[in-house]
C-alpha cells in the first residue's frame, strides 16, 4: 500500500490467523493420533490374548474366530493392508493439511489484492 506499518500489521494478523488455524489443525491431528494409537495398542493386546489362548488350549479356536470377526479384529498392525491404510491416511492427512494451507493463502491473496486495487 506504501504505508510500511500499515503492510506490517496486515502482516502480523495474516500471520495470526495462520498460526491459529495451524494450532487448531494441530490440536485436532494429535486428537486423532492419540486415538489411533490407543485403537493399535488394545488392538495388540486382543490379538496377543487370542494367540496366547489358542496356545493354551491347543484347539482349532483362530478358525472358529476368523469366521465370526470382522477383519479389522483379526488384523495384526503389521500385516500388508494395515500399513497401506496407515500411509494412505498419512497421505490423506498431509494432503488435506497442504490444500486447506494453500486455499488460506489463496484467499489471502485475493483479499489483499482486491484491498490493494480499492485504494488505488
Known amino acids: 500500500t506504501g504505508d510500511v506499518m500499515c503492510d ?3 502482516q502480523l494478523k495474516a500471520n495470526s490467523v495462520r498460526i491459529r488455524i495451524l494450532q487448531q489443525e ?3 491431528l494429535s486428537n486423532s493420533l492419540a486415538r489411533l494409537r490407543d485403537r493399535e495398542e488394545k488392538q495388540r493386546s486382543s490379538d496377543f490374548g487370542i494367540v496366547e489362548m489358542d496356545r493354551s488350549s491347543q484347539a482349532p479356536v483362530m478358525e472358529h474366530l ?3 470377526s ?6 495384526t498392525p503389521s500385516s500388508p493392508s ?9 497421505l490423506s492427512l498431509q494432503q488435506d493439511v497442504e490444500e486447506r494451507y494453500m486455499n488460506i493463502r489463496k484467499a ?3 483479499r489483499s489484492a482486491a484491498t490493494r486495487h480499492r485504494r488505488k
Not at 470382522?70 to 488384523?75: E, F, L
Open 8 to 10: 506490517m500489521e496486515q
Open 26 to 28: 494441530n490440536f485436532t
Open 66 to 68: 476368523d469366521s465370526s
Open 70 to 75: 470382522t477383519p479389522s479384529t483379526t488384523s
Open 82 to 90: 494395515s500399513i497401506l491404510h496407515h500411509q494412505t491416511l498419512c
Open 108 to 110: 489471502a491473496r485475493i
